[in-house]
């Protein structure tokens, strides 16, 4: 099972997106709110907090 590349929940099989760059690397989105952050605005998974990689950062700082 795939893993979206910006929030990193599981993709379903049949469901999602995949985005493959120029230089060949494929990206697997979970949704379109997923694939807009990363691509067209630029935002980075750590910085936004609906992600699931913004909890693991935060997590880290408080221990």
């Keep these: ?3 979206c590349d910006f929030c990193k929940k599981k993709v379903p ?3 999602g997106k995949k985005y493959i760059k120029k ?3 494929i990206l697997d ?3 379109h709110k997923c694939e807009l952050n990363m ?3 630029g935002r980075k ?3 936004t907090k609906w ?3 913004f909890h693991k950062v ?3 700082k408080k221990v």
């Design 1 to 3: 099972m795939a893993q």
């Design 13 to 15: 099989p049949g469901t």
């Design 23 to 25: 230089d060949g690397k």
């Design 29 to 31: 989105f979970c949704s």
């Design 39 to 41: 691509l067209k605005l």
């Design 45 to 47: 998974a750590r910085t």
């Design 51 to 53: 992600t699931g990689e």
């Design 58 to 60: 935060k997590e880290g």
